[in-house]
C-alpha cells in the first residue's frame, strides 16, 4: 500500500440498528499519517463509524475500505479479519484489561496468539511500548493496582504491541478523573508527532484544536460539516456546530482554560 492512497475510505455507509438509522450515507477519506477528531454530541453516530471501521459492526450499505481491505461485504473471511486486526488498533472508553493478567501478560497476548511471536519476543515488544507510555515499572502490576490513566496507557500499549498502521480511540478519556486525562492525552500526542493515522472520537476540544489535522463533525448520522481543525474549532459555519461547541463550553464551565493547562503539560515533558 503506497503512502498516497488513503488508509480509510468510506462512501455512502449506512448502519441501522432495527428501525433505527444510525449512519446515513456518509462518506470521506483518512489519509495516512492523518489525525481526524470526531466530534458530535452522544448519540450522533461517531463511535458507530469507529466501530464500522474495525469491523466490530458491519455496515448495511455503501463502500468502506480499511488499509485496502474491502469492509463493503457483511461477511468476510478469517483471514481478511485477522488481516484487519493486526493492521487496526482500538482503544476504547473502558480499558478491556483482563484483570487476571499482569500488565505484561495483557500486551503479550495478542501478539503470541495472533502474531505467532515467541514468548520472548513478545516480551521484548511488551518492554518496549511499556517504555514508551512511561509505565515499564508497572510490568508485573495487575490491572486492580494501577489508577485509571495508567490502565488507559496500558490499552495503549497494548494496541502498539500489534504493530499497527492506523489507531481508533473512542472517547479515550472519558472514564478518566480530570487530573488523570493529560497523561492519556500525552501519549496521543507523541503517536501523532510520530506520525501514526488517528481516528479520535473525543469531547477534547482543546486536544482535537491542538493535534488534530482535521476535525469531523456529526449531527444525527451525517457529517455536518468537516474541515481543517483549527478552522473548524474557532470558525464554525454552521449553526449546529456554533451551537455544539457553545454548550460544551458552557456545560464543562472552564473548558478552554483548563485544557490549555493540560496542553501545556503536554508541551512541558
Known amino acids: 500500500m503506497d503512502s498516497f492512497t488513503p ?3 468510506f462512501e ?4 441501522n440498528f432495527g428501525p433505527l438509522k444510525v449512519l446515513k450515507g456518509i462518506s ?8 481526524v477528531a470526531v466530534i ?4 450522533c453516530g461517531k463511535s458507530t463509524l469507529l466501530r ?13 475500505t480499511i488499509n485496502g481491505i474491502d469492509l463493503s461485504h457483511r461477511h468476510l473471511n478469517q483471514r481478511q479479519l485477522r488481516q484487519l486486526r493486526t493492521q487496526v488498533g482500538m482503544v476504547f472508553q473502558q480499558f478491556n484489561l483482563f484483570p487476571h493478567l499482569s500488565v505484561l501478560e495483557n500486551l503479550t497476548l495478542a501478539p503470541r496468539k495472533v502474531l505467532g511471536k515467541s514468548p520472548k519476543e513478545s516480551a521484548q515488544l511488551a518492554g518496549l511500548y511499556l517504555e514508551k507510555v512511561g509505565l515499564f515499572d508497572k510490568a508485573s502490576a495487575y490491572p486492580e493496582q494501577l489508577s485509571g490513566g495508567q490502565k488507559q496507557r496500558v490499552a495503549i500499549a497494548r494496541s ?6 492506523i489507531m481508533l480511540f473512542d472517547e479515550p478519556t472519558s472514564a478518566l478523573d480530570p487530573e488523570l486525562v493529560g497523561e492519556v492525552l500525552q501519549v496521543m500526542q507523541q503517536l501523532a508527532v510520530e506520525g501514526m493515522t488517528m481516528v479520535v472520537v473525543t469531547h477534547e476540544m482543546q486536544f482535537a484544536r491542538e493535534v488534530a489535522h482535521r476535525v469531523i463533525f456529526m449531527d444525527k448520522g451525517i457529517v ?3 474541515g481543517p481543525a483549527h478552522e473548524v474549532l474557532t470558525n464554525p459555519q454552521s449553526d449546529r456546530l456554533r451551537t455544539f461547541l457553545s454548550r460544551l463550553n ?7 482554560e483548563g485544557e490549555r493547562g493540560r496542553v501545556g503539560e503536554w508541551e512541558n515533558n
Do not use: H, T, Y
Request: proline share 2%; glycine share 14%.
Open 250 to 256: 458552557v456545560g464543562m464551565g472552564r473548558v478552554e
Open 160 to 165: 502498539l504491541c500489534m504493530n499497527p498502521q
Open 52 to 64: 464500522c471501521f474495525n469491523r466490530l459492526e458491519s455496515i448495511d450499505a455503501g463502500s468502506l
Open 7 to 9: 488508509a480509510i475510505v
Open 40 to 43: 458530535g454530541s452522544s448519540g
Open 12 to 15: 455512502n455507509i449506512e448502519k
Open 28 to 35: 470521506g477519506k483518512i489519509n495516512r499519517g492523518e489525525v
Open 224 to 226: 455536518a460539516e468537516q
